[in-house]
């Protein structure tokens, strides 16, 4: 779908993923599933919510992902 979203997990992320990462894979996301690189103005609020909540499903799912034995990450 999305080719420019890469995978945020280890191994194939060896560190972590940054707010950044996260962040950015959620903007390449809302804008395939949209349509727009960017939005018009009447439709700017809607679109950074969409980008706030996928962000924080992924920092979520990250967070409790467990990878071949090791422990999952507790979200703080």
């Known amino acids: 779908m999305c080719r ?10 060896p560190e972590e993923a940054t707010e950044e990462d996260i962040r950015a894979a959620a903007l390449q996301y ?3 599933v949209s349509g727009f690189r960017a ?22 799912l990250l967070a409790g992902l467990e990878v071949r ?8």
């Open 4 to 13: 420019s979203i890469k995978t945020l997990r280890p191994p194939v992320l």
């Open 30 to 32: 809302v804008r395939k």
């Open 39 to 60: 939005p018009a103005a009447h439709n700017r609020e809607v679109f950074d919510r969409a980008v706030d909540a996928i962000a924080g499903a992924t920092a979520e």
């Open 69 to 76: 034995g090791q422990p999952a990450r507790r979200a703080g």
